[in-house]
């Protein structure tokens, strides 16, 4: 599996809606897993963390709200978008689902363009290298549309790998990625990859970067990993 694929969970006890749901994003480009219950999505997003959820509110045993609300106040999941899917249309559900931490709230039926439109926005914010967005860190500037990363006024040329590497860092400057997590976001977790082989590549994209001169902007974090700026 491509590990530039933003990776979107589906929890939906409806087996015709997550079908049309998983169908139309990854007609998008989208990795999907589909979960149908909460139980089910809720193991999935310890074991493959996504990058946004699509929640049904009305589940048995463990509604939308419980989960969102689970998810919500663990440090290790409460950054995860959340789309809330209900056919509780009243103002005063909207706010529940929305306290609860959602991020957005769709009332049944929808239009599935528009589901996708909103998916598309909450990606913007988290992984905006993968929807064409234009990222920029100093005097860095990737383009994911066009594929073209410059630094000042010159070009520069990367290989797929170092693209992605570089799309990863530039979304999250100041984090430090370990070797195991650069390894699922970039070469994704489907393919097996020895840990130097990210070493390999973060050289490469140093030498790159700094092909015309200026800083390296890549910090080493002894025993952690790496990090931009």
């Not at 959820?53 to 999941?77: A, F, H, Q, Y």
Request: glycine share 8%; charged share 30%.
């Amino acid at each position: 599996m491509n590990g530039t694929q933003p990776h979107v969970l589906v929890i939906e006890d409806e087996p015709a809606q997550r079908e049309v749901l998983g169908y139309n994003l990854e007609a998008e480009g989208f990795r999907t897993s589909r979960a149908k219950d909460g139980e089910e999505g809720l193991m999935i997003v310890a074991e493959d963390t996504p990058d946004v959820i699509v929640l049904d509110w009305m589940m048995p045993n463990l509604s939308g709200i419980e989960v969102c609300r689970r998810l919500k106040i663990s440090p290790e999941t409460r950054n995860i978008p959340i789309i809330m899917l209900s056919a509780k249309s009243e103002e005063i559900d909207k706010v529940r689902g929305l306290e609860t931490g959602a991020d957005d709230y769709v009332v049944k039926p929808y239009s599935v363009s528009e589901l996708m439109a909103r998916v598309r926005t909450q990606l913007r914010r988290v992984r905006p290298s993968t929807v064409g967005q234009v990222l920029i860190y100093q005097d860095i500037t990737l383009d994911s549309e066009t594929h073209r990363v410059m630094r000042g006024a010159e070009q520069l040329k990367l290989g797929p790998t170092e693209f992605r590497l570089l799309g990863t860092f530039m979304e999250k400057p100041g984090r430090v990625w370990s070797r195991d997590q650069l390894l699922d976001r970039v070469w994704g977790r489907d393919i097996y990859v020895d840990t130097r082989t990210v070493d390999v590549h973060v050289g490469r994209l140093r030498k790159i970067l700094t092909t015309n001169g200026g800083d390296d902007p890549i910090r080493t974090v002894r025993g952690a990993g790496y990090a931009l700026g």
